[in-house]
């Protein structure tokens, strides 16, 4: 059975959904994906029990960036998490034609709320997005706290505008 990579257009680039990416074939098939970003969503002894600890290496010498989110299975990310500047980073490259991975132990909840909400903070509406991203990845969203932390609004709405629009 082929790793799944799920895929979807977000900007100028591509957004992809997948499961960790512990073995050769799994890895191979995302370099092959080619992302400038993979934004790890384990946390650091999950990733360790399911063989993956090598994975920031393994990317670092794949010349492909790395960013560790860690969310706890069927969570949402911890408040102290810095989520605007990671949104930031990932909706630069995707708007400049690049691509984006996020991952997860089986690329559904946490990566599915990610992408959901990297959806949602470049403009799409909750609802639309949601069905668009469960057309490339049916198991997206395991939660209704993770949908719900997923469709909040940005609260840096100048990232997406690009400044003030005036108003208040």
Do not use: K, N
Not at 21 to 30: E, F, G, H, K, Q
Not at 76 to 83: I, R, S
Not at 112 to 121: E, P, S, T, Y
């Amino acid at each position: 059975m082929e790793f799944p990579l799920a895929t979807l257009p977000l900007g100028a680039g591509t957004l992809a959904l997948c499961p960790l990416p512990a073995d050769a074939p799994a890895r191979t098939r995302l370099r092959r994906f080619a992302p400038s970003l993979v934004i790890s969503l384990t946390e650091t002894d999950e990733m360790r029990s399911l063989g993956a600890a090598d994975l920031p290496a393994w990317l670092a010498d794949h010349g492909i960036g790395w960013t560790h989110f860690p969310v706890p299975d069927y969570q949402t990310p911890p408040d102290d998490a810095d989520w605007p500047a990671l949104s930031t980073r990932a909706r630069a490259i995707l708007w400049s034609g690049g691509a984006v991975a996020v991952h997860c132990r089986g690329g559904c909840g946490r990566s599915g709320m990610i992408a959901l909400r990297l959806m949602v903070d470049s403009g799409e509406a909750p609802e639309p997005a949601l069905a668009r991203l469960r057309q490339a990845r049916p198991c997206a969203i395991e939660t209704p706290a993770q949908a719900a932390w997923a469709s909040a609004p940005i609260i840096l709405s100048e990232i997406r505008t690009g400044g003030s629009q005036g108003g208040s």
